[in-house]
C-alpha cells in the first residue's frame, strides 16, 4: 500500500506562484500514471493534471494549461505541480492520486485513481 503526502500549500497573492510535492512512501510509484485533482468548497472534485510514469508525457485541464507544470523525480518518489499566475478560482484543497497502472488515457474525463494523499490547501487571495 503506497501512501502519498502533499506539502507546499498556502495563502499567496494572485498572479504569485507555488510548488506543490507528493511524496509516496511505501512502495515506488514509478510505474504509475500520477494526478493531482482539487476539490473547493461546495464543489465536486476535479481533475488538474497527469503525467505518465516516464514523465514523457503530461495532460492538464483547460483551466491550468499554460499556468500549471507536473513534473515528476522517481529517484525520489516524488511528484510535483508547479503553479504559476494563481487565480483566486484557483483556492482549493488540492490532492495527488497514483493511478492503477501506468495506462496513460488520450482524455483524463474518466480516469480513475486508486491512492489519495490527504491534501494540501491553497489559497488565492485577490
Known amino acids: 500500500q503506497v501512501q502519498l503526502v502533499e506539502s507546499g500549500g498556502g495563502l499567496v497573492q494572485a498572479g504569485g506562484s507555488l510548488r506543490l510535492s507528493c511524496a509516496a512512501s511505501?512502495?515506488?510509484?514509478?510505474?504509475?500514471?500520477m494526478g493531482w485533482f482539487r476539490q473547493a468548497p461546495g464543489k465536486e472534485r476535479e481533475f488538474v493534471a497527469a503525467i505518465s510514469w516516464s514523465g514523457d508525457s503530461t495532460y492538464y485541464a483547460d483551466s491550468v494549461k499554460g499556468r500549471f507544470t507536473i513534473s515528476r523525480d522517481n529517484a525520489k518518489n516524488t511528484v510535483y505541480l508547479q503553479m504559476n499566475s494563481l487565480k483566486p478560482e484557483d483556492t482549493a484543497v488540492y490532492y495527488c492520486a497514483k493511478g492503477a497502472s501506468a495506462y496513460f488515457p488520450r482524455d483524463f474525463s474518466k480516469w480513475q485513481a486508486d491512492s489519495w494523499g490527504q491534501g494540501t490547501q491553497v489559497t488565492v487571495s485577490s
Open positions: 511505501g512502495r515506488t510509484i514509478n510505474i504509475y500514471t
